[in-house]
């Protein structure tokens, strides 16, 4: 049975009416498509339209009636973005930011129900690149100091190396030392299939401006395929 509806500010929520931080913590982010709002959000802020689209399935009404849950409760808030553009956009609290460290074992416990794409399955680009933080590894990349921007149906990434820290955005990069253009199945070849930069690049799957070996670099410092495999049994 699921949890029971109460009201909460004038609307109705579910909640499980249970003292217990698990049960409270679930009463905010259970319902389906919440984490996966924060998720793209994590990438930064969006318009309404960039989150539809980047949740494909999700449906304009339910969309809607997420944003104004996390609205309610303190996980998102909307700004206007500074002119020229002036749009308004949804973004991450503090609250909802500190969302982070859970997104990021969800996605490494998760990899063990992964398997290869269904062919139901969308290959979201944005869900890559929130992905790559979980697979990050620091001490690999201690002595790296890199950013990327990668350019994928569409839509533009930052990725920046740090020594043992990385980012990850939507957006142009600032300052990139190579500037990637492929497609998003791709970039699933080179993460989870073993697709080598050498062959990516010789294949014309991947074009880059800027040092061609900065492909080789980045993908040395995540391993994604460990990352998806670590929780797995025996």
């Known amino acids: 049975m ?3 509806m109460t009201e909460s500010r004038g609307r109705s929520v579910r909640s499980y ?3 217990c931080a698990v049960a409270r913590g679930l009463d905010v982010i259970g319902d389906r498509w919440t984490l996966l709002l924060v998720r793209n959000l ?3 802020p969006k318009r309404y339209k960039d989150l539809l689209e980047g949740l494909p399935g999700i449906g304009t009404n339910l969309l809607a009636a997420r944003l104004r849950e996390l609205e309610d409760v303190g996980l998102l808030e909307r700004a206007v973005l500074p002119p020229p553009a002036g749009s308004t956009v949804y973004r991450l609290t503090e609250t909802g930011a500190a969302l982070e460290p859970v997104l990021m074992a969800i996605s490494r416990w998760g990899g063990r129900f992964l ?4 062919p139901e399955d969308a290959l979201v680009p944005s869900a890559y690149f929130v992905a790559l933080r979980a697979a990050f590894q620091p001490d690999v990349a201690a002595h790296l100091e890199e950013t ?3 350019r994928i149906a569409g839509s533009v990434f930052e990725v920046r190396v ?3 820290v990385c980012s990850t955005r939507e957006g142009e990069a600032r300052n990139p030392d190579a500037v990637l253009t492929l497609s998003v199945e791709t970039l699933d070849a080179l993460l989870f299939e073993g697709l080598s930069p050498e062959d990516a690049l010789s294949n014309g799957r991947v074009e880059v401006r800027g040092d061609p070996r900065a492909l080789d670099r980045f993908l040395s410092v995540f391993d994604v395929r460990a990352a998806a495999l670590a929780g797995m049994p025996g």
């Open 115 to 118: 398997g290869r794409p269904r």
């Open 17 to 19: 009416n249970q003292y």
């Open 2 to 4: 699921g949890p029971e």
């Open 162 to 164: 740090d020594g043992g």
């Open 42 to 44: 994590l990438l930064g």
């Open 148 to 150: 990327y921007e990668f």
